[in-house]
């Protein structure tokens, strides 16, 4: 017992070191315990019981195209931690082979402040995202007719994990629309779809605006820095939109749309598509809400228009997966714990 304090003294944690392996391993086959930790955790953001400071992006005058990320993040709850994601985005990678986006997450105990994980984190972060688009998808929907044809414009990591939420969640498609800046990657990623033996006949498009008309379900997954679709009679249908890549709309589009964001302050920023909007109309009016809002029923998308969800990704998110991971492993005895980390953990002087 402290006597300071009469709590119970605080200890320095080991420090484990976790794979991808690990965390792969850790999330197969969990993507509904996944979706509904979310779920959990934007209402907790919601509800104030969280700290989630602005991204901080480190850019370079030489390579405009290139980005590293700070998340620094709080969340409270049963399974209260801080930490940060710091996450690189090179999209040049790919040309060399290698996947364009790296991160790690640092898990750090709320009690004491030290680091206690650092976790392989660019599967953490593509699994929050594609839960994240997997639980709009659902909510958004509920109100209009449930999207049988879904499009993707952007076959990556991100891409190819949104569909797998979509399926262990429930989602069966008649036709699945694929499109690709890159036609071989395109191809690829139709070519694994029909292996999978995915539900419904699956289409590649040799244009974004054929796929966005065929398809009431599209999902934006790309690497784009700026809008490059621009017309909004391509969405005169009337789909539900996930821009989870968040810079390909022009803001016209978002205008002539309904549109819900995850957290309004975070997403209108770093010249986003609804950042781009803002700065066009001079106010946030064409927000109609945040996915929290939705969730706990204070908003009601409308059904009868485009009504597009742009998440910019919350810090909270990761940690809540990274955790989820780490309980897990922590909980199967096969934490990698690298011994005396902290050279002198005992107060000095």
Same mark, same amino acid.
């Given at each position: 017992m402290n006597p300071a304090t009469g709590s119970?003294?605080?200890?320095?944690?080991?420090?484990?070191?976790?794979?991808?392996?690990?965390?792969? =391993?850790?999330?197969?086959? %969990?993507? +509904?315990?996944?979706?509904? *930790?979310?779920? &959990?955790? @934007?209402? *907790?953001?919601?509800?104030?019981?969280?700290? +989630?400071?602005?991204?901080?992006?480190? &850019?370079?005058?030489?390579?405009?195209?290139?980005?590293? /990320?700070?998340?620094?993040?709080? /969340? $409270?709850?049963?399974?209260?931690?801080?930490g940060l994601k710091w996450i690189s985005s090179f999209p040049g990678n790919i040309a060399s082979g290698i996947a364009r986006a790296s991160a790690v997450l640092i898990l750090n105990a709320h009690d004491s402040g030290y680091p206690f994980a650092c976790l392989e984190s660019s599967i953490i972060s593509a699994t929050r995202t594609a839960a994240s688009a997997a639980l709009a998808a659902d909510r958004l929907s509920r109100d209009r007719p449930r999207p049988t044809r879904v499009g993707f414009v952007g076959t990556g990591l991100i891409a190819r994990h949104i569909h797998a939420f979509l399926e262990a969640t429930g989602w069966s498609f008649e036709r699945i629309g694929v499109h690709d800046r890159s036609p071989e990657r395109a191809a690829e990623f139709g070519a694994d779809l029909e292996r999978s033996g995915t539900s419904g006949s699956?289409?590649?498009?040799?244009?974004?605006?054929r796929l966005i008309r065929a398809s009431d379900l599209v999902v934006f997954a790309t690497v784009a820095g700026k809008p490059h679709i621009d017309d909004p009679d391509w969405f005169g249908h009337g789909p539900l939109?996930?821009?989870?890549?968040?810079?390909?709309?022009?803001?016209?589009? *978002?205008?002539?749309?309904? +549109? /819900?964001? =995850?957290?309004?302050?975070?997403c209108l920023k770093a010249e986003t598509s609804p950042h781009l909007a803002e700065q066009r109309t001079g106010g946030r009016?064409?927000?109609?809400?945040?996915?929290?809002?939705?969730?706990?029923?204070?908003?009601?998308?409308?059904? =009868? &228009?485009? *009504? /597009?969800?742009s998440p910019f990704g919350l810090g909270v998110l990761d940690l809540?997966? $990274? %955790? @989820?991971?780490? =309980?897990r492993i922590a909980g199967s005895g096969a934490l990698h714990v690298i011994d005396d980390f902290f050279p002198e953990p005992r107060r000095q002087g």
């Open positions: 119970a003294p605080i200890e320095v944690p080991p420090f484990a070191v976790i794979s991808g392996a690990q965390v792969h =391993d850790a999330l197969r086959g %969990k993507e +509904n315990e996944i979706v509904e *930790l979310v779920e &959990r955790t @934007y209402r *907790l953001h919601g509800a104030g019981d969280s700290v +989630n400071p602005p991204s901080y992006f480190l &850019r370079f005058p030489d390579r405009p195209t290139d980005r590293i /990320i700070a998340l620094p993040a709080s /969340i $409270g709850g049963a399974g209260r931690v801080d699956v289409v590649v498009h040799d244009s974004a605006e939109v996930l821009h989870v890549s968040l810079r390909d709309l022009a803001p016209e589009i *978002l205008l002539s749309s309904a +549109n /819900i964001v =995850d957290d309004v302050d975070h009016e064409f927000l109609t809400g945040t996915l929290d809002e939705v969730l706990t029923g204070r908003v009601r998308p409308p059904a =009868d &228009r485009t *009504l /597009i969800f809540a997966v $990274g %955790k @989820y991971v780490y =309980d």
